[in-house]
């Protein structure tokens, strides 16, 4: 068994696919959608090949329902990087607010942002021996 991918619900299509194209690097593989106001956006990490969902659900939507608290429904996605100060930095200069962190240590290091929807996003170097 394998794991396939995770998908995130969004309150801003277009901020959300900002985030994750425009500042973690992640490519849009296509688009779908299976009833009227849904709207389904696969994304992929080029580095890993990790696959992440992005749902839309416009308010007349069946599938739609508001959000409870921001962030709550899903706890944290994470994202290594090589260079985790140029990449943290670059998501809190962006206007990503601070979730958590930074913490830099001998064998890694590693923050938390906040999506558009409120959702903790993490990237970490982690220091291989």
């Not at 394998?2 to 995130?8: E, K, L, R, T």
């Not at 696959?51 to 409870?68: F, G």
């Not at 140029?86 to 590693?110: C, H, N, W, Y």
């Given at each position: 068994?394998?794991?396939?991918?995770?998908?995130?619900?969004?309150?801003?299509?277009?901020?959300?696919?900002a985030?994750?194209?425009?500042?973690?690097?992640?490519?849009?593989?296509?688009?779908?959608?299976?009833?009227?106001?849904?709207?389904?956006?696969?994304?992929?990490?080029?580095?890993?090949?990790v696959?992440?969902?992005?749902?839309?659900?416009?308010?007349?939507?069946?599938?739609?329902?508001?959000?409870?608290?921001?962030?709550v429904?899903?706890?944290?996605?994470?994202f290594?990087?090589?260079?985790?100060?140029?990449?943290?930095?670059?998501?809190?200069?962006?206007?990503?607010?601070?979730?958590?962190?930074?913490?830099?240590?001998?064998?890694?290091?590693?923050?938390?942002?906040?999506?558009?929807?409120?959702?903790?996003?993490?990237?970490?170097?982690?220091?291989?021996?």
């Open positions: 068994m394998g794991f396939v991918y995770a998908s995130i619900r969004a309150k801003d299509l277009k901020k959300t696919l985030f994750y194209t425009k500042l973690l690097g992640m490519k849009i593989t296509g688009t779908r959608s299976y009833w009227p106001g849904e709207k389904i956006v696969s994304l992929i990490s080029s580095d890993t090949g696959r992440l969902n992005v749902m839309y659900y416009a308010k007349h939507c069946k599938l739609y329902t508001p959000y409870k608290k921001d962030g429904e899903l706890d944290h996605l994470m290594e990087v090589k260079d985790f100060r140029k990449a943290f930095d670059k998501l809190v200069e962006s206007g990503a607010p601070i979730a958590m962190g930074p913490f830099e240590g001998k064998t890694r290091s590693l923050g938390f942002v906040k999506d558009p929807n409120g959702i903790w996003v993490g990237v970490a170097s982690f220091n291989k021996k």
